[in-house]
DNA sequence: GCGCAAGTTTACGTTTGCGTAAAGGTAAGG
DNA sequence: CCTTACCTTTACGCAAACGTAAACTTGCGC
């Protein structure tokens, strides 16, 4: 038999990554997560926190909720299937050089942390 | 004698990084660059160009207007005078952490954006 | 000295990403 | 049942980062 999955109400995660529930909703509203109603209450299951993390993982890098919603969606491939396989080949390139050059920057601006830095003996 | 600087109009720089004589405009309205007036036109140097640069590589980096200026301005201490070290010791420290950061989640990214390929077999 | 491209200011418009009430529904404890 | 804490939707507000249009001025190029 099946675990019994973890489950968490959206103040829990709120608290957790230290956002507001307004934020969830509104993530949800863009449809970047959508978790399992009971009633009118939303519940969230480990796989929607996951998702959560994503997006704020992608927030702090800077990507619009729009460009993240296009990243997670790369993670709900149906899973054999390959549904345009060359598309998506370019779209994780397209990520990866993105993603690439950010870390180009990052380097360049610690580099340049650590001269400022000397500079104040 | 000095060599002749080289000078550049707002379109040049608008050209050259792909964008537009409004946003130039607007990042001195935002007093993150101020280029020399000649009559009512304006004149950059190389050094205006640098700045813009390092304007363009945080917005990459997702960082807004404000946080970018201050960290433009962490590169205009007068030389020698160390007007509060401390306090810029710790700006500068708020800045690496928050690069580092980025890197990891960078480094996660192209993790999995490497386990999501390999699933398009 | 005229034309025309490129520059200027002023100001209102737009999108994104939530904040912030307002007005109420729901569930568990006493 | 009633309070209390937490949840819900709806909707208007707002700051950031420009876009865009209007209405001018400037300065080569001929």
Avoid: W
Avoid at 11 to 26: C, G, N, P, V
Avoid at 63 to 72: G, K, M
Avoid at 78 to 101: F, N, S, V, W, Y
């Amino acid at each position: 038999m099946t675990v019994a999955e973890k489950e968490y109400t959206i103040s829990e995660l709120a608290k957790e990554f230290d956002i507001t529930s307004r934020s969830i909703r509104h993530y949800e509203d863009e449809n970047l997560i959508s978790p399992e109603r009971r009633g009118t209450h939303r519940i969230y299951s480990p796989r929607d926190r996951v998702r959560l993390q994503l997006i704020l993982r992608g927030k702090r890098l800077g990507f619009s909720l729009a460009q993240i919603r296009e990243i997670i969606d790369l993670y709900d491939l149906p899973e054999g299937k390959q549904k345009q396989t060359t598309l998506l080949i370019g779209l994780i390139q397209e990520r990866r050089d993105a993603l690439l050059q950010q870390r180009k920057d990052i380097n360049f601006m610690l580099k340049e942390l650590d001269m400022l830095e000397g500079k104040l003996d």
